[in-house]
């Protein structure tokens, strides 16, 4: 199985400011061929279900707001919250799809005020 | 209203039986992929199983596989996970979730709340 680690384990920022989150994969989940990088990132907020965020590493999904972004490539990658907002407070997880069946989720990054 | 919608979870003893099922509605359901995820304070978000569109193809996690049956029923627009031999490891929460349409790829934009399934003595 494709480990994947994330830090911090959990964050304070102030409202206004950035949160910047990171996700490591144990082997690359970047294919060279097509130039894409398997990595999504998923927001819990309490009492829900995850929500996609962000998936190819970048993209965002429809309806998620532009202060929301990520980048990285192989085993490296980030999620950064631009002007954190009160509405961001949530469970932050990078998940892998590199490996099908068998995709893995990341332990998650709580990000508070 | 799309929406996933799950139930059947409670507390079962150690060894027992239990069987989830997730009704899905305001979407065409038999266009999706559709899996289950649990989720546990200690393992986090695990993979569970998933089932193609017309139920061909079928996977399990190592850690279920030979004990839990996933199936669906695409005129009742439903998803069913048939727990058995159930250990206490198997306590968590369930959720199922829609696989979306992003060529195929383990990406999944729509998730019931979830069911707790409780294993204990």
């Known amino acids: 199985d494709i480990v994947m680690t994330q830090s911090p384990d959990s964050l304070a920022v102030s409202l206004g400011e950035r949160a910047t989150i990171n996700c490591k994969s144990s082997?690359?989940?970047?294919?060279?061929?097509?130039?894409?990088?398997?990595l999504a990132w998923y927001q819990q907020k309490p009492g829900q279900p995850p929500k996609l965020l962000i998936y190819?590493?970048?993209i965002r999904e429809s309806g998620v707001p532009d202060r929301f972004s990520g980048s990285g490539s192989g085993t490296n990658f980030t999620l950064t919250i631009n002007s954190l907002q009160a509405e961001d407070v949530a469970v932050y997880y990078c998940?892998?799809?590199?490996?099908?069946?068998?995709?893995?989720f990341g332990p998650g990054t709580k990000v508070d005020i | 209203q799309v929406q996933l919608v799950e139930s059947g979870g409670g507390l079962v003893k150690p060894g027992g039986s239990l069987r989830l099922s997730c009704a899905a509605s305001?979407?065409?359901?038999?266009?999706?992929?559709m899996t289950w995820i649990r989720q546990t304070p200690g393992k986090g978000l695990e993979w569970v199983s998933y089932?193609?569109?017309?139920?061909?193809?079928?996977y399990y996690a190592d850690s279920v596989r030979g004990r839990f049956t996933i199936s669906r029923d695409n005129a009742k627009n439903s998803l069913y996970l048939q727990m058995n031999s159930l250990r206490v490891d198997d306590t968590a929460v369930y959720f199922c979730?829609?696989?979306?349409?992003?060529?195929?790829?383990?990406?999944?934009?729509?998730w019931g709340q979830g069911t707790l399934v409780t294993v204990s003595s």
């Open positions: 979730a829609r696989r979306g349409h992003y060529g195929g790829y383990d990406l999944f934009d729509l």
């Open positions: 305001g979407f065409t359901f038999s266009d999706h992929y």
């Open positions: 089932i193609s569109r017309s139920s061909t193809t079928i």
């Open positions: 082997q690359s989940v970047s294919y060279n061929s097509n130039n894409k990088n398997y």
């Open positions: 190819w590493a970048s």
């Open positions: 998940q892998q799809y590199y490996s099908s069946p068998g995709f893995t």
